[in-house]
């Protein structure tokens, strides 16, 4: 397969930006679709399987994690931890939709984790969101909108 290393990188760019690592995607794959020798639909495809397995691993971490949410150690404070789960419980497993943010997109998918939203139900909502948010890269630069 010619650019496999191409589509690796990307992948790992997508991956990582899922993460709590500082990574941007976006820009990776805007290079790669205006560089215009990369197949477009296997470029969204790359990214979106890589950025939403990336969700995944915080989905189990926020499964993981939770477990020591009383320990001084643990990165969030239990004040964090409760506004996050309120606006979680308030607006709902819907709020998934909104994973593709930056900022906030990533704390979602751990918060997830942490409440034991079921798998079933987390994957296709950050699917279709991170999914999207390609799609509208791809629309912007090559020209579709």
């Known amino acids: 397969m010619p650019h496999l290393a191409e ?6 760019a997508a991956f990582l930006s899922a993460t709590i690592f500082p990574f941007q995607s976006e820009a990776v794959l805007f290079a790669m679709l205006v560089a215009d020798h990369y197949s477009w639909w296997l470029l969204i495809l790359v990214a979106s399987v890589g950025n939403i397995l990336g969700s995944i691993v915080n989905w189990y971490l926020g499964r993981f994690f939770a477990h020591f949410e009383d320990r001084r150690w643990f990165p969030v404070k239990r004040k964090q931890m409760a506004r996050a789960e309120a606006w979680y419980h308030r607006y709902g497993r819907w709020t998934l939709l909104l994973s593709w943010l930056p900022v906030v997109g990533d704390p979602l998918t751990i918060v997830a984790g942490v409440l034991r939203e079921p798998l079933r139900v987390f ?18 630069s090559l020209g579709w909108v």
Do not use: E, N, W
């Open 7 to 12: 589509y690796a990188g990307l992948f790992a």
């Open 123 to 140: 994957v296709p909502l950050v699917a279709l969101a991170k999914t999207g948010r390609y799609l509208a890269v791809a629309a912007l």
